[in-house]
């Protein structure tokens, strides 16, 4: 496993120093004030290398898999927190808020680790309201990128001189009324903000 993330990390890195980003429209800032990436679990490879100047806190799967992509996490200089986000008081919830106070910003993949995909689940929102964090919905699109239609996410590797666009959307700020009602209203906000902005970045290069 550990050969296979050294040859993941260095193959990543390798082409990774062919792409070009393109941020559209306005950008957080995490010394003004914190917040949670909410991203689909495809695009992580993207968003490793597009935030790899600034460290975020990942929730990572405990699993073999999850082991490949902590590595790589670590290699990009994140900052890699193993378990799962979905069961309240999980040692990886827990691990998050303390980042989260510590003014490090985080990152979740919110349909993983194994979907359905593009179907958000709660614990991001979790975080966020005991954290008192906002949540910012994160897509990314390379201009060209292989997918791998075996995997349940259709996972994306950006194409070598790609361009990775990246898109911030508006903010979600759970409340104790979205709490009391699991949630559910927002699940479907954040799918519909992330669908959008990837729709947008679609549009701009037809």
Known sequence: MKLLSLFTYFFIRLISKSYRFEFIGEQ???SKENYIFALWHQNIISALIAYKDTPHAMIISPSKDGELVANACEKFGHQPVRGSSSRKGSSALKGMITKLRNSVPGAITVDGPKGPAHIP????FEL???AKTPIIPLSLLPSSYWRIDKAWDKFR???PF????V???EKIIPTAEDKQ???ENLCTALKNRLECSEQYIRSLNK
Do not use: E, R
């Not at 689940?121 to 991001?124: M, S, T």
């Not at 790609?162 to 666009?165: A, D, F, L, Q």
């Open 157 to 159: 590797i950006p194409k």
């Open 28 to 30: 957080a800032d995490p």
């Open 121 to 124: 689940k709660k614990g991001v």
């Open 162 to 165: 790609s361009t990775i666009y």
């Open 167 to 169: 898109v911030q959307g």
């Open 128 to 130: 966020a309201y005991l």
């Open 181 to 183: 009602k699991s949630f």
